[in-house]
């Protein structure tokens, strides 16, 4: 592997760096969790640290709640071997790397706790709502992306990134700075983003299928949710829906990405709360926030038990679609100074 071309700082106090690599060292089979709802800064993370702990000897092992989105795999290398459950002899580490809060990897770790509870658990995070669930937390909110943080503290650790790892991290600090466009990129960011180049990943293999390109049933429904396009105070406030009548007619599974929605009404100018409602069931919406100016999307979406990041955040709502509409459309007038 070609040495890299950029030095990165030791980021991490080191006395935390060097726990999570003691709890490293005294583990043979590690189990990774990934959050529900998987984005790529989860699974990128989750796959970088296996690829790398697979360089050192380990038994690692990346598990979900939810099945990871298959559209991933093209700039994920190894997210096949991603699971949902769990066997074999119990674990001796769990790394629950992109939450600070066990509830938010679904019931995985209630479901095998008899793999699990024996396990120190090691947390990096870097959500401003993350309250650490490890005997060892590694919690940073000024690292835009958890694969920024996990790739200082592989360096700091002397532990080597290969270009498979480089690949699944650099993914994950593109989709949670959505291409280093997010307030949270720092000039840390970047260089941490050019150290990952420097071992041979590539910013246009995750840019083009995430941001440039979808397919013709996700261009379908893009045209079905623009349609429900609607906004309030001044058109600072907009919104859209999508409905599993929707997917269906655009011929896609209920819960499929959105094909860029989101990002799509964020962009409307003057808009300063965008907020796209995903009915998943006649009683559970999730709701996709951005915001853009001085609004905070993790105000709005702690309101109803979610969280994100200032830029992008999200929450579950369980109510019918229309009452999940009027509960999130008054908090976010609230949020814009109005009624």
């Not at 989750?46 to 709640?65: D, E, N, R, S």
């Amino acid at each position: 592997m070609t040495p890299a071309l950029v030095t990165l700082p030791a980021a991490i106090d080191p006395a935390l760096a060097s726990a999570a690599r003691r709890l490293v060292d005294h583990a043979t089979r590690i189990v990774i969790l990934a959050h529900q709802n998987p984005d790529a800064d989860a699974l990128g993370s989750g796959l970088g640290l296996a690829h790398a702990l697979h360089g050192l000897g380990k038994t690692a092992i990346v598990a979900c709640p939810d099945p990871a989105p298959p559209d991933f795999a093209s700039f994920l290398p190894g997210l096949d071997t991603v699971v949902t459950t769990l066997d074999g002899p119990p674990f001796d580490l769990v790394v629950a790397l992109d939450a600070g809060e066990l509830s938010r990897y679904g019931d995985l770790y209630a479901r095998y706790a008899a793999l699990l509870r024996d396990a120190p658990i090691l947390n990096m995070d870097h959500h401003v709502t993350s309250k650490g669930c490890g005997v060892v937390n590694i919690i940073d909110t000024k690292a835009a992306a958890t694969a920024e943080l996990l790739t200082l503290w592989l360096t700091q650790e002397g532990i080597a990134i290969s270009h498979d790892a480089a690949r699944c991290l650099l993914a994950g600090i593109i989709t949670d700075t959505r291409a280093f466009e997010f307030d949270a990129t720092t000039a840390r960011t970047m260089l941490v983003g050019s150290y990952l180049m420097s071992l041979g990943a590539v910013p246009l293999d995750v840019i083009k299928p995430i941001y440039r390109m979808r397919s013709l049933p996700a261009a379908r429904l893009f045209g079905l949710v623009a349609a429900t396009l609607a906004s309030d105070v001044a058109g600072r406030l907009t919104w859209a829906e999508i409905t599993p009548a929707m997917w269906e007619a655009a011929d896609l599974d209920v819960g499929s990405p959105d094909g860029g929605v989101t990002s799509f009404l964020i962009d409307i100018t003057g808009v300063e709360i965008a907020i796209l409602f995903r009915q998943l069931t006649p009683e559970s919406v999730r709701l996709s926030i951005r915001t853009a100016g001085a609004q905070d999307a993790t105000i709005l979406a702690g309101r109803f038990g979610g969280g994100g990041h200032p830029r992008a955040a999200g929450c579950t709502i369980l109510a019918p679609l229309a009452e999940a509409k009027v509960l999130a459309l008054a908090a976010a007038r609230e949020q814009l100074g109005t009624d």
